[in-house]
């Protein structure tokens, strides 16, 4: 049973920064890919980046924060983070790690099955 667990949402005033942090557990293979979504009040759950955890490390992000928001891995901690700086207030929303098993990796919600509780970012003007 794969169990993902989310850290480091907060509140920051726009141009500020902050680090997210999921820990994965219960992988039967190390090759698989991670990503974080997030989901504004009234708006779909949408990919903003993701990493091909454990092989290659190759990353994608969505369109809306390249540039800003940086998607890595600590192999040795089982923990992928999200670094976001230079954020907006329209980067205000639930953020959700996501899991999959597998190499394709890619922003699909669809296909993850795999999810975290949710940690909050409030962004404010």
């Known amino acids: 049973q794969v169990q993902l667990v989310e850290s480091g949402g907060g509140s920051v005033q726009a141009g500020g920064s902050l680090r997210l942090s999921c820990v994965a557990s219960?992988?039967?293979?190390?090759?698989?890919?991670m990503g974080w979504f997030r989901q504004a009040p009234g708006k779909e759950r949408e990919g903003v980046a993701v990493?091909?955890?454990?092989?290659?490390?190759?990353?994608y992000y969505a369109d809306s924060v390249k540039g800003r928001f940086t998607i890595s891995q600590d192999n040795t901690k089982n923990t992928v983070y999200l670094q976001m700086n230079s954020l907006k207030p329209e980067d205000t929303a639930m953020y959700y790690c996501?899991?999959?098993?597998?190499?394709?990796?890619?922003?699909?919600?669809?296909?993850?099955?795999?999810w975290g509780q949710g940690t909050q970012v409030t962004v404010s003007s």
């Open positions: 990493i091909s955890a454990g092989w290659g490390g190759s990353t």
């Open positions: 219960g992988y039967a293979d190390s090759r698989h890919c």
């Open positions: 996501a899991g999959k098993d597998g190499r394709s990796c890619s922003l699909r919600r669809e296909n993850f099955g795999y």
